[in-house]
């Protein structure tokens, strides 16, 4: 337990003191997982809205396909973009890797699948209870898919905040695509495995608290706005 | 409302994404070893200081380093393992290798040492009483400068490891960090870098048994990526920091860079090109 209470000081002191290369971190990973949950919400929102409710060849395996990629493993996710983006890669010449935007895109392409298959889930449910009213005021597809997704909100924030959780935690795409290079790509979580590696338990540790609580206010932040927003529309 | 101001931030991040700081760099693939010990926070901002060009720093394997050299995404490595590195040299994607300094390799176990190496004179009897005494060695197991260095070692025993693979012999494919935390919990014997050593915190039980063998000694070498292989790496920029190390201002500051009192590398440039394996 001495580890932990010894860690928990050592996490307090670093927050109290502003200190510039842990806030320089921070913003980073705030700045890269909140950018790859905004674009993969641009994306899989709609990707799973028009999968639970348009009927086309080949649904059946794009919906398998996109609860697999829930699970796919950030390392191997990491390994791919930095083939696609390395010098000798097809996208090499965008001189991308080692950035941010790298460990953006990495990151997307992790959480789009979560986002849309949770999207999916949810607008499928809430088409089997408001469809025949829908139908009955006559809406189209494309109209029945926009009323569904507002209709469905606060559910789906659900499955945006399951992505930031997946994409702020993550640690094995960012560190191969972004190399963890001090003030340019190092987050959060690439500073714990480095800390970590060199035997600094007490400082990783304190870092991962400071993660577990970043988690936590983003979520409650985002909670309380569902919770007044909720109590504005009832 | 609160929605509407989460979208703004959101495409605030954004936008300080695009206009994200503009500064001259080159990209410095380099091992653990030197990074994990202070040396390169130690000497770039000396660089930077008279260039003006930061140098970013991939920290990974010795391996791994050449490879991002070869695929074009560093613009110069600085590495420890010669055989490699004239490969590197001889296949066409590095150009004019110097020796910058050496390190040197210990023997870490615990401190009752089961194996009784504290008083060897030879590393490579160090490493057979090791593989008689049937107490675990981690090795990196990550085709690092160091692994391959141990490996050698290995060979020099006679004794086939691979036969006691995941018996005795455990290879972590780790970095030396890693490999020190899985030491110190099997309470097993590893070799480690003297700077990776001397950094690490977590010892425990762990304790330094067996140094100071020619045959653990570690010479680092500076590669630039060849610039007719790759038009976009930063030649002129990475030349610069390639001669800067060797001259005698980093020469000395390699010299000066110490961790716990102690000097870590030992700087031994030669300005000469290692020309017998260039085409």
């Known amino acids: ?234 | 409302m609160k929605r509407t101001l989460i979208f703004i931030l959101i495409l605030l991040f954004n936008i300080s994404i695009v206009y994200a700081k503009d500064e001259v760099f080159i990209t410095l693939s380099s091992t653990t070893s030197t990074d994990n010990s202070g040396l390169l926070d130690y000497l770039i901002p000396k660089f930077k200081n008279k260039t003006g060009i930061n140098v970013r720093v991939i920290a990974v394997g010795t391996g791994r380093a050449l490879l991002l050299g070869e695929r074009g995404d560093a613009d110069l490595v600085l590495v420890h393992h010669k055989p490699s590195e004239e490969k590197f040299i001889s296949k066409g994607f590095g150009i004019e290798r110097r020796d910058v300094m050496y390190n040197d390799y210990v023997i870490i176990g615990p401190k009752n040492d089961p194996a009784n190496i504290k008083h060897l004179k030879k590393a490579v009897d160090a490493f057979k009483l090791i593989s008689q005494s049937g107490i675990p060695f981690i090795s990196r197991g990550d085709e690092s400068g160091t692994h391959k260095k141990e490996r050698e070692l290995w060979e020099l025993t006679g004794v086939d490891i691979d036969a006691y693979s995941g018996d005795w012999y455990r290879e972590a494919g780790a970095g030396m960090g890693a490999t020190l935390n899985i030491a110190n919990a099997m309470n097993a014997y590893t070799m480690s870098d003297r700077g990776t050593w001397l950094s690490f915190k977590n010892r425990d039980q762990l304790t330094l048994l067996f140094e100071n063998d020619p045959p653990l000694f570690n010479q680092y070498g500076i590669i630039l990526v060849s610039p007719e292989r790759y038009e976009h790496v930063k030649h002129k920029e990475a030349k610069l920091f390639s001669d800067w190390l060797t001259s005698a201002e980093g020469q000395q500051a390699i010299a000066d860079f110490t961790l716990e009192g102690q000097q870590l590398f030992f700087p031994n440039a030669s300005r000469e090109v290692a020309t017998s394996v260039m085409k």
């Open chain 1, 1 to 234: 337990m001495n580890d932990f209470s010894q860690a928990f000081a050592k996490a307090l002191q670093l927050i109290f003191q502003l200190d510039p290369a842990l806030l320089e971190i921070i913003g980073l990973s705030l700045r890269v997982s909140l950018t790859a949950v905004f674009i993969a919400s641009l994306i899989g929102l709609p990707l799973g809205a028009a999968l639970a409710l348009y009927k086309f060849p080949g649904r059946g395996i794009i919906v398998a396909l996109l609860n697999a990629f829930m699970g796919l493993p950030p390392v191997v996710v990491g390994l791919v973009v930095y083939l696609i983006l390395s010098r000798s890669g097809p996208l090499g010449v965008l001189g991308l890797l080692f950035t941010p935007t790298a460990m953006i895109i990495a990151q997307v392409c992790l959480i789009t699948p979560i986002v849309a298959a949770l999207t999916r889930q949810t607008i499928m449910d809430a088409n089997d209870e408001y469809h025949e009213q829908l139908r009955a005021l006559g809406a189209k597809a494309s109209r029945m898919m926009k009323t569904l997704l507002w209709e469905t909100r606060f559910s789906l924030m659900t499955g945006v905040f399951a992505g930031f959780g997946r994409a702020i935690a993550e640690v094995g795409a960012v560190l191969i695509v972004g190399g963890n290079i001090n003030h340019a790509t190092r987050v959060m979580t690439t500073a714990i495995a480095l800390e970590t590696r060199k035997g600094d338990i007490e400082l990783a540790l304190a870092l991962g608290i400071i993660l577990i609580t970043l988690s936590l206010i983003v979520t409650s932040l985002v909670m309380s706005a569902k919770h007044a927003a909720y109590q504005y529309h009832s």
